[in-house]
């Protein structure tokens, strides 16, 4: 199992683009991936998964994957939370 700890840096939030974007990303991987939120984790592949989260600008989530290409996805999806989904 692979594990990164997330910061959300873009000032709106996670909203419905950036968490197509995290579900788009995660859906290119065979790995199961998930994403916690306080005790509440989520599946990255899911759009309304990621979105119903409410992660906030400075929420600290915790992504995980377990599978054959774990640690591509998580380093992919982490390049997404630090490039602030390029809306910044």
Known sequence: MTEKTLTVKN???????????????????????TIEKDSTTVNAKSIMGVI??????????????????????????FDLFESKFDED
């Open 52 to 77: 119903t989260m409410a992660a906030g600008y400075n929420t600290v989530l915790v992504l995980r994957a377990e599978g054959p290409d774990e640690k591509q996805a998580v380093e992919s999806i």
């Open 11 to 33: 000032r709106a939030g996670i909203h419905a683009r950036p968490a197509a974007l995290i579900a788009q990303t995660a859906n290119k991987f065979s790995s199961e991936i």
